[in-house]
């Protein structure tokens, strides 16, 4: 079974600037993935970024990039040069290797400050 | 364009009554999903199926039917015994497994009164 918990329920940033948010998973699984969706006003959920636990290096798309700590269990997500766009709920989710079932925590709100 | 299609956006019902969300994709995944959001709660799998003619409860399935006859349809009716059936439903699909995303479709908000 999987468990995803986003300790931030709301966090704020200043345009330009650089947000970290948290993310620590629990899986008994030793093959699995992981994921960050944003969810804008419109609800519409987009694929931020994915990683592949069995990769080292930190997955980066663009101003995102993720922070993967296997030890720790930890998967957070740091977005650069903050946008007014980047303003989002944003979830984090798991999956177990084999599995369809993807697994999110309860979400982060991002405002982003003019 | 390929896209996952829900609808209606918005949708009501008296308390009692039946009532089928709709979803359709044109990515032929083979996989499909539903998920419940409320506030505060994340999302939450209601059913999944990886192929037609089969499928599988999520976390929280009881109230909820579904059927899958067709790859591209993965319907989702909300029967009265779902205690408490206002929320944001999404429908997702992928192709498959492991690090294969879902898409998603653009959600149904359904209220019962």
């Known amino acids: 079974a999987q468990t995803v918990t986003q300790s931030q329920p709301e966090m704020s940033v200043q345009e330009a600037e650089t947000v970290t948010l948290s993310c620590t998973y629990d899986t008994s699984e030793s093959d699995y993935y992981l994921f960050w969706y944003k969810q804008p006003p419109s609800r519409q959920m987009i694929l931020v970024i994915r990683?592949?636990?069995?990769?080292?290096q930190n997955a980066t798309e663009n101003r995102f990039s993720v922070n993967f700590q296997k030890a720790a269990k930890s998967f957070s997500l740091k977005i650069s040069d903050s946008q007014l766009g980047d303003a989002a709920m944003y979830f984090c989710?798991?999956?177990?290797?084999?599995?369809?079932?993807?697994?999110f925590g309860k979400g982060t709100l991002l405002t982003v400050n003019p | 364009d390929g896209g996952i299609t829900q609808s209606p956006k918005y949708l009501f019902r008296k308390e009692g009554q039946n009532v089928t969300l709709s979803c359709e994709q044109n990515?032929?995944?083979?996989?499909m999903y539903w998920y419940r959001q409320d506030p505060g709660q994340g999302l939450r799998l209601i059913y999944y199926s990886q192929i037609v003619n089969d499928f599988q409860k999520g976390d929280i399935a009881e109230g909820y039917s579904v059927s899958r006859e067709k790859k591209e349809s993965f319907p989702l009716t909300v029967t009265s015994a779902q205690k408490n059936p206002t929320a944001f439903y999404l429908c997702?699909?992928?192709?498959?497994?492991?690090?294969?995303?879902?898409?998603f479709g653009n959600g149904t908000r359904l209220t019962v009164t």
């Open positions: 989710a798991s999956r177990g290797g084999s599995n369809y079932k993807l697994t």
């Open positions: 990515l032929n995944h083979d996989a």
């Open positions: 997702a699909s992928s192709i498959g497994w492991g690090n294969s995303p879902l898409h």
């Open positions: 990683q592949e636990a069995y990769k080292q």
